[in-house]
């Protein structure tokens, strides 16, 4: 154990030197033509958009750290400000950020390009391929939430000992309905008692209908004659629920209750919901959410709904959102947004079996690390709790560690030194010698010389003896 050490520690401090030497923070453009499907290439194909920092497509000996942006368009900063420009500084690798398929500028202009080719199996294809395009002696796929679940997802099914993994904050097992969001939210919410009253008395409000409801909405600055009905009370308690829900998940739990407490939380904890609100998640309920790519996913295969706890929880006197925001909600939003096109039925049960799968495969992998935060409330859908991959950092929140979202954290800090020994580890196999052999083929040819010459001394000997018994 310490002969490792001090090898782990010499690679390191030569990675780095060699790192620190000419690693330009510079961020370029490029795409990769995708096929649409990668089951029928014949359908036709599409450009993903991809970032790169510093040298592009690095050395052919050093690892590619590639980031994995998720539900949302690719930024210079996911590879200046985050982890993973770091981690490819450190490792003298290059560093790329790529965008998921329907995401940012990476959506199918021909006409095959529906949202029918939006599921998780085509995104890791994407990603496999995109990686066999760098010429690389190995891959860090680094994520945080949806960016981490699709690196693992993607190890998973490309089962190669090149490929290693990053995923902090990301959800392993899939829930249709996640009410224990907000459980988790509640244990990091020092106001958590107070904001619930206030969603209590906002669903008696809309309950009441009329001029109760009217004026709780005006309250709110929701956009009045909303039409009434179950979709629109629906979707405005949707808004109430969700500055509270983002505020916990940056890790603003203090900074809201600071600001609820100021409003006058405790006398009218209406009033102090509506003043830490900033806005609705879309205006109108009638209207549908604006991504949506992201409504696709969740309603074909990933699921993950924040809704309320089920009445049968003793969680549900103490929910931080309404009670109107259930699993059929979802549904009935699925089907009224989603018009005409659907996902289809089949889809969910499959990726159901497939992520059940690989949360197993992946759970005691030393190619894989899962950052869980303790302040992360998605840290109940994590891989399981004592899994050799996890890897638990207290007082963090969601995607702190590869984000680099708070600067000057012990915690976050001492989480990606862990993560370079880990890679540093994983190194001494895959990264190729000067010669251009990993070190696992390195011992595989001195023990077969060691073998041969052991061999041939033995014939040697051999035909010595006859010639001398001759």
């Known amino acids: 154990m310490a002969l490792r050490a001090v090898l782990l520690a010499v690679v390191g401090l030569c990675l780095r030197a060699a790192g620190d030497a000419g690693f330009a923070a510079h961020v370029t453009e490029h795409w990769i033509t995708q096929p649409l499907d990668h089951g029928r290439p014949a359908l036709g194909s ?29 930024l210079a900063t996911d590879l200046t400000d985050t982890f993973a420009g770091e981690l490819a500084e450190r490792l003298h690798g290059a560093a790329y950020a790529l965008e998921q398929r329907f995401y940012g500028v990476s959506v199918p202009a021909s006409p095959n390009g529906t949202l029918a080719h939006l599921r998780v199996w085509q995104t890791l294809r994407d990603v496999r391929r995109f ?24 190890k998973h099914v490309w089962r190669d000992p090149r490929v290693f993994v990053v995923a902090e904050g990301a959800p392993m097992r899939v829930p249709w309905a996640y009410w224990r969001y907000d459980v988790a939210a509640a244990e990091r919410l020092p106001c958590a008692a107070g904001v ?23 309250r709110f600055a929701w956009p009045a004659g909303g039409g009434g009905g179950a979709a629109d009370d629906a979707g405005f308690v949707a808004g109430v629920a969700a500055p509270v829900a983002a505020a916990v998940q940056r890790g603003d739990a203090r900074g809201l209750c600071a ?3 100021a409003a006058g939380g405790a006398r009218d904890p209406v009033g102090a919901l509506a003043a830490v609100a900033s806005s609705p998640v879309w205006p109108g309920s009638r209207a549908c959410p604006p991504l949506r790519a992201w409504l696709w996913q969740q309603c074909g295969e990933l699921g993950l709904w924040q809704t309320t706890p089920p009445r049968s929880s003793p969680f ?12 059929l909600h979802y549904t009935a939003l699925c089907r009224r947004c989603l018009k005409p096109t659907q996902p289809p039925a089949a ?20 190619d894989v690390v899962f950052l869980v935060g303790g302040d992360d409330p998605w840290r109940y859908v994590a891989v399981a709790e004592g899994a050799r991959a996890r890897v638990d950092v207290a007082g963090v929140g969601h995607g702190w560690v590869v984000r680099g979202l708070v600067e000057g954290d012990e915690a976050v800090a001492a989480a990606r030194e ?46 010595c003896r006859v010639f001398a018994a001759g």
């Open 196 to 218: 619930a009253r206030g969603v209590a008395a906002v669903d008696r409000a809309v309950e009441a209908g009329g001029v109760v409801a009217e004026e709780v909405r005006r």
């Open 131 to 154: 990686c066999e395009s760098i010429p690389a002696s190995g891959w860090v796929l680094v994520g945080a939430s949806l960016g981490g679940s699709l690196a693992a997802w993607t």
């Open 259 to 261: 600001r609820w407490s």
């Open 46 to 74: 599409f450009a993903q958009r991809y970032l790169a920092l510093g040298r592009p497509h690095g050395r052919a000996d050093g690892p590619a750290v590639v980031f994995l942006a998720g539900e949302r368009g690719v």
């Open 347 to 366: 889809w969910r049960p499959l990726f159901l079996r497939f992520a059940h799968e690989a949360a197993e495969y992946l759970a005691d992998r030393r």
């Open 418 to 463: 862990a993560v370079v020994d880990r890679v540093l580890a994983w190194l001494q196999d895959v990264r190729p010698s000067r010669g251009g052999t990993s070190a696992v083929v390195r011992i595989a040819y001195r023990q077969a010389y060691a073998l041969a010459v052991l061999a041939a001394a033995l014939a040697i000997y051999a035909l």
């Open 316 to 327: 549900f006197a103490r929910r931080l959102r309404s009670r109107l925001l259930t699993p």
